[in-house]
Nanobody
């Protein structure tokens, strides 16, 4: 059974850091594009960062130089390291695999 489970969200002050995890089961992440999206109620889902099968990465302009996507093949897990967080980074963060699987999301709230 294909499954993605996100974790690591929480409440953080502006300028702080969080690391999100996306644990995959039922398939190997090495064969698929893995993507982090974020969703704010009433707005379109935004692609935040992606890592390809050859570990090529892509970032939204709004998070470039602040966020880093990576993967641990042994743990079948994808990470999103988020530094220098801003109020506007507040959202539900969702993990997607190009096998057409979604996780349930983890909430990130940046608040003073």
């Amino acid at each position: 059974q294909v499954q993605l489970v996100e974790s690591g969200g929480g409440v953080v002050q502006p300028g702080g850091s969080l690391r999100l995890s996306c644990s995959a089961s039922g398939f190997s992440i090495v064969h698929y594009y893995m993507t982090w999206y974020r969703q704010i109620p009433g707005k379109e889902r935004e692609l935040v960062a992606q890592i390809g099968t050859r570990e090529n990465t892509w970032y939204a302009e709004s998070v470039k130089d602040r966020f880093t996507i990576s993967r641990d093949i042994g743990k079948n897990t994808v990470y999103l390291q988020m530094n220098s967080l801003k109020f506007e980074d507040t959202a539900m963060y969702l993990c997607h695999a190009s096998i057409e699987a979604w996780g349930q999301g983890t909430q990130v709230t940046v608040s003073s």
